[in-house]
């Protein structure tokens, strides 16, 4: 049987001696759930902040202002400072942020559904993707879980 992302990347992180802190937007807390699926996952997962509105995003993630207001709540700008915030607030050693449209609406031709940006913050500085998924909502979180996950394995090798 086919290890899981999640078991994978739990053993990446005990292997690693890290602990992980997430700041989700879109995926509205599912990474996080994926992540402490795992049996033990208490010996790295520390928390996450689900930042659903831009208020949160400033006050629990320390998000700038300017930031939301010059990029978006959907840009590789807040990411960023979601991955750093929470990784710093929670006193993680690495912080993953997700920000992101997963739909059906509230996409625009610069930013359309299915646009997600993934950040991880850590001792090896702030790495951001930009990803465009498609398919329901239900798919679009699946898929950008699984890119999170992807990610946070390959932090570590």
Do not use: W
């Not at 700008?77 to 997963?102: F, K, Q």
Request: proline share 2%.
């Amino acid at each position: 049987m086919r290890e899981v992302l999640e078991e994978q990347a739990g053993k990446c992180l005990l292997a690693a001696n890290k602990t992980i802190a997430c700041a989700e937007s879109c995926t509205g807390g599912l990474l996080t759930s994926r992540l402490t699926d795992v049996a033990g996952s208490s010996a790295y997962v520390l928390g996450s902040i689900v930042s659903y509105t831009n208020r949160v995003k400033m006050s629990h993630l320390g998000v700038r202002e300017e930031t939301l207001k010059h990029h978006g709540a959907v840009s590789q700008e807040t990411a960023r400072e979601m991955s750093e915030g929470v990784r710093i607030r929670l006193g993680a050693d690495i912080g993953l942020g997700i920000t992101g449209i997963a739909g059906p609406g509230g996409g625009t031709p610069e930013k359309p559904v299915g646009l997600v940006y993934i950040s991880i913050a850590g001792d090896k500085g702030i790495t951001v993707t930009k990803n465009l998924f498609s398919g329901s909502r239900r798919e679009i979180k699946q898929q950008t879980a699984d890119k999170a996950l992807t990610m946070l394995i390959e932090y570590f090798e």
